[in-house]
């Protein structure tokens, strides 16, 4: 069993198994990650897939209908069988890799994301990033932690805390790339500008070096509810503030912003404002 905090919660079962969950898919990533015999094909909107994703989805579909027959299931690779996870109820979210491109490029930011939606609101979630020797993960009411992952040399736990910087000019940025801003990029670019230093880091790891308090604003213009979810409860029990947009909180839009709190409003306002 992977490290946990010493707090109890509500939540504390849902997330031993979605540490359970993320053991589980390291298994099969690692295994995977810089296999000769890789399979990729392409998705009908045009993103690339591996035999990887599929197995991992699948073995976690799999645990998850064993322990909580009675949970619903979203994941990228298969669907959702009609589940929403604004509706009443517990949905498991999976994104078996979250940075697919990376993982067959042998770029060793990439993910597992799972995350466990009540009633519409994130209450766990856990990121396993095996290549990088990291996981962090949250459960509501119990704050966000990280932990370098068994076998490595530090094998250490510690709470994490967003930033306390409040003024733009003195705010790290992180972002994927200018693709998907449509007419927010002139203004994107703009907040790249005025802010202190950038970097295109990307995908999960931006959000979680906010959660960490390394980067103080992440965003990102296209993303889907298995992006998102498990970045959200994370970033937020690490005293952080997660949009779309629009401004609305939580997974459930089509895009994602994440800051240490201090400086969303002005973030935002820049982003979509000018």
């Given at each position: 069993?992977?490290?946990?905090?010493?707090?109890?919660?509500?939540?504390?079962?849902?997330?031993?198994?979605?540490?359970?969950?993320?053991?589980?898919?390291?298994?099969?990533?690692?295994?995977?990650?810089?296999?000769?015999?890789l399979?990729i094909?392409?998705?009908p909107?045009?993103t690339?897939?591996?035999?990887?994703?599929?197995?991992?989805?699948s073995?976690?579909?799999?645990?998850?209908?064993?322990?909580?027959?009675?949970?619903?299931?979203?994941?990228?690779?298969?669907?959702?069988?009609?589940?929403?996870?604004?509706?009443?109820?517990?949905?498991?979210?999976?994104?078996?890799?979250?940075?697919?491109?990376?993982?067959?490029?042998?770029?060793?930011?990439?993910?597992?994301?799972?995350?466990?939606?009540?009633?519409?609101?994130?209450?766990?979630?856990?990121?396993?990033?095996?290549?990088?020797?990291?996981?962090?993960?949250?459960?509501?009411?119990?704050?966000?932690?990280?932990?370098?992952?068994?076998?490595t040399?530090?094998?250490?736990?510690?709470?994490?805390?967003?930033?306390?910087?409040?003024?733009?000019?003195?705010?790290?940025?992180?972002?994927?790339?200018?693709?998907?801003?449509?007419v927010?990029?002139?203004?994107?670019?703009?907040?790249?500008?005025?802010?202190?230093?950038?970097?295109?880091?990307?995908?999960?790891?931006?959000?979680?070096?906010?959660?960490?308090?390394?980067?103080?604003i992440?965003?990102?213009?296209?993303?889907?509810?298995?992006?998102?979810?498990?970045?959200?409860?994370?970033?937020?029990?690490?005293?952080?503030?997660?949009?779309?947009?629009?401004?609305?909180?939580?997974?459930?839009?089509k895009?994602?912003?994440?800051?240490?709190?201090?400086?969303?409003?002005?973030?935002?306002?820049?982003?979509?404002?000018g």
């Open positions: 069993m992977s490290a946990q905090s010493s707090g109890t919660s509500k939540y504390s079962a849902d997330l031993a198994l979605a540490q359970e969950l993320a053991d589980a898919a390291d298994v099969i990533t690692t295994s995977r990650y810089r296999a000769l015999d399979v094909t392409t998705k909107d045009a690339p897939v591996t035999d990887a994703d599929k197995a991992v989805e073995a976690l579909r799999e645990l998850i209908t064993k322990v909580r027959p009675g949970d619903k299931i979203i994941g990228e690779e298969f669907g959702n069988d009609g589940s929403d996870a604004k509706a009443s109820g517990r949905h498991w979210v999976i994104d078996p890799i979250d940075g697919t491109k990376n993982f067959m490029r042998a770029v060793p930011v990439w993910a597992t994301l799972i995350a466990l939606v009540e009633n519409g609101e994130v209450v766990v979630g856990v990121i396993s990033a095996p290549a990088l020797n990291r996981r962090w993960y949250a459960a509501k009411g119990s704050g966000a932690y990280v932990h370098s992952l068994p076998g040399e530090n094998n250490s736990l510690r709470k994490i805390s967003v930033s306390k910087v409040a003024q733009l000019s003195d705010a790290s940025l992180s972002f994927s790339d200018l693709v998907g801003w449509g927010n990029r002139d203004n994107f670019i703009a907040l790249m500008d005025q802010v202190w230093r950038t970097r295109g880091i990307g995908d999960f790891w931006s959000h979680m070096l906010v959660a960490e308090g390394a980067v103080d992440a965003a990102e213009p296209s993303l889907a509810l298995w992006d998102m979810a498990a970045i959200d409860i994370i970033v937020r029990e690490a005293g952080g503030t997660f949009t779309d947009l629009s401004g609305a909180a939580g997974p459930h839009g895009s994602a912003v994440s800051s240490n709190s201090l400086l969303h409003s002005a973030a935002l306002k820049k982003i979509t404002h």
